[in-house]
């Protein structure tokens, strides 16, 4: 979101209210700010007590001896499937965990009492591999209920999960079974996506000649599809968990003791490794559940429009609804398949109450037209999330009128991987909300906008987005990599998480979030790192040189838009580009495909020879270009703002 788009919408006076349904409960949530404000430590504890079962309760709350490794309820004992399963049997075991809808067509429901069987099941079968406490699993599935499954399995023998996202490619997979050591892999024969299968074990097959770390790999038939497996390796899901037990003891689990580790793209090519622990984590995404949604488990049905390949899917598919005893509601598709209304067909089918979906996707459902939502009832829908990046107000507005019937209040979030959960978001009932601002920080939790020597900023001004107290779901660190940790996190100002994203404050202290400020792009609420996509580029014998920055998109928040140089020898032409563009999906995955490639006899450097993606930046959003001084040869900026110019021609003809 450009800052003149801000600077305008500061001014405005669209204001919406807490309705008179949310308003009831506005006294008790109220005061929660104040509990948190207080004394943020005990806030968190008593959420911790409140809302987790223990096998031993914590004394401790909040362990800073060494600061940026917090700790949180460290000396506590719990199992998380038993929170978010076992507990909730004995009265509500028959309620329906999960309505799953396959992209085809094909429906399951699955009850509590039914998840707990399966997920003990192949916990006993992850055991029989040998699989234990401490172990490292890779999980690579479709949107499949069996793809929670293989979570909760893990983290009920106290196995660390690491799921890798669907969409990602063979070599992902490699680079991130690698860095964790991985001894098993769990995948499916393939996956649905817009009629089509995608090859996860065609994929995994490959990866696994550069994993040798990997002892087996569990295959699930989806698809039907032949599959190659390897014998003494590879086993199918079914055979293993055939004849297991439905009676799995959990393991009994130390509060820091890890749960998963979630691979997010950093400015090195290198994604890093977020380490989430158990009761810290459970906590965050538990309470952000409850109260950011107002959930009502007897009566709602929830829909988290996410992968859970992803984090979001991870805290608001997977464990804060299971905890919370919710019924969720898990799709395999996308969104426009087979039409465009698909996700507005099972909303009323299922009478879904809380929709949370991406911007992205609300701006493809502004761009196909109201004509799709309109062919359904969806009375049903009692609030709506926003979620992976910053929502622009024509996208808010449309969202509430035309899904939202202009009664349902929006819930426009903020948060990242690393934060495990909600940071920034309205309370419904509490919070008057603005179109296109996260509001506030939820109670609990402090946010600060700061200039460059860490000062808070005063209203009505921007600059870093800083979090300044410890939370429970924090990242506790990078994956085999401290030092990484703390420089990328905790050395831009003493004492403050650096979130990585600008932000501005308005009058009224609401805080608007305008996106990354390092090289880290945001494409339909994926973080893809610029230097991953450069890499990639570089690997072609082709190129010599490449920039990669994100551009403002309509669609999409941003676009990848990579600039080129070509090794001597080598001419340009579009069956290249094409190349190009398939090389880089094939080395990371279809999502960080470059919308464009523009070739170019050189690139714009300082006279120290750092390429100043910012200027690129500038002229893809055709911005003035400020200084140029520094510039070795300022021709070659001419040359590509004339070359970007005409790429925009083509565009738009």
């Known amino acids: 979101m450009a800052d003149s788009g801000i600077e305008n919408l500061l001014h405005e006076d669209r204001l919406f209210p807490p309705s008179e349904e949310f308003a009831a409960q506005a006294t008790a949530q109220a005061a929660l700010y104040d509990e948190g404000e207080a004394d943020f430590v005990a806030y968190w504890k008593r959420q911790a007590l409140e809302r987790i079962t223990w096998y031993k309760e914590p004394t401790e709350g909040l362990d800073d001896s060494n600061a940026p490794f917090y700790k949180w309820f460290a000396d506590g004992e719990l199992n998380v499937t038993f929170n978010c399963i076992d507990r909730h049997l004995e009265k509500g075991g028959d309620k329906v965990a999960f309505h799953w809808v396959g992209e085809p067509g094909d429906t399951r429901t699955i009850t509590y009492r039914e998840l707990y069987e399966d997920v003990n099941r192949l916990a006993n079968g992850l055991r029989s591999l040998g699989i234990e406490k401490g172990d490292r699993v890779a999980i690579y599935m479709g949107m499949v209920p069996e793809l929670a499954v293989a979570m909760l399995a893990c983290a009920r023998i106290g196995a660390v999960h690491s799921v890798i996202f669907g969409g990602f490619s063979a070599e992902s997979i490699i680079d991130r079974v690698e860095d964790m050591k991985s001894k098993l892999l769990i995948t499916c024969d393939g996956a649905w996506r817009r009629g089509s299968v995608v090859p996860l074990k065609e994929n995994c097959d490959i990866a696994m000649e550069s994993t040798p770390s990997v002892e087996h790999c569990v295959v699930y038939k989806r698809t039907n599809q032949a599959v190659s497996m390897t014998e003494g390796r590879d086993i199918w899901w079914h055979d293993l968990v055939a004849g297991e037990s439905s009676e799995c003891e959990p393991e009994v689990m130390g509060a820091e003791d890890l749960l998963y580790v979630l691979y997010t793209s950093g400015t090195t090519a290198k994604p890093k490794g977020i380490m989430h622990t158990t009761a810290g984590y459970l906590t965050g995404v538990a309470t952000t559940h409850a109260l950011v949604f107002d959930i009502k488990s007897e009566t709602d049905v929830y829909w988290c429009a996410a992968d859970i390949g992803w984090v979001t899917g991870h805290s608001y598919i997977v464990y804060g609804p299971l905890a919370n005893h919710t019924t969720s509601v898990i799709y395999e598709g996308t969104p426009d398949y087979p039409e465009k209304d698909r996700l507005w067909s099972i909303i009323e089918e299922y009478g879904v109450t809380i929709l949370y979906t991406a911007p992205t996707a609300i701006r493809a459902f502004m761009k196909w037209g109201v004509e799709y939502p309109e062919r359904h009832d969806l009375t049903s829908l009692r609030l709506l999330g926003s979620v992976g990046e910053p929502i622009n107000p024509e996208a808010w507005i449309w969202y509430h009128e035309n899904i939202g019937g202009t009664v349902c209040p929006i819930v426009d979030t903020w948060w990242q991987t690393e934060t495990g959960s909600i940071m920034i978001s309205p309370l419904p009932g509490v919070t008057t909300t603005k179109p296109g601002s996260a509001t506030k920080a939820i109670p609990g939790i402090t946010a600060a906008v700061v200039n460059e020597e860490g000062e808070p900023v005063d209203p009505g001004s921007g600059g870093f987005l800083t979090i300044t107290e410890p939370w429970p779901a924090m990242l506790r660190s990078i994956y085999g990599d401290d030092e990484r940790y703390v420089e990328t996190y905790w050395s831009q100002h003493a004492g403050l998480y650096w979130a990585g994203d600008g932000a501005k404050l308005d009058e009224d202290n609401y805080l608007w979030i305008l996106g990354r400020i390092d090289d880290v792009m945001n494409i339909a609420g994926h973080r893809i790192s610029t230097m991953e996509v450069e890499s990639a580029l570089v690997s072609h014998a082709a190129v010599a040189e490449a920039a990669v ?96 110019a005409e790429a925009r021609r083509s565009d738009e003809e």
């Open 549 to 644: 920055v994100g551009a403002t998109d309509d669609l999409t928040g941003q676009a990848i838009v990579s600039f080129v140089t070509l090794r001597s020898g080598v001419d340009e032409s579009d069956e290249l580009n094409d190349e190009l563009r398939k090389h880089v999906a094939t080395k990371i995955g279809p999502i960080a495909r470059p919308k464009s490639i523009i070739f170019t006899p050189d690139l714009p450097k300082t006279r120290s020879g750092k390429i100043m993606r910012r200027l690129l930046r500038d002229i893809c959003d055709n911005r003035s270009l400020g200084d140029i001084t520094t510039l070795a040869d300022a021709d070659v900026v001419a040359t590509i703002t004339a070359q970007q």
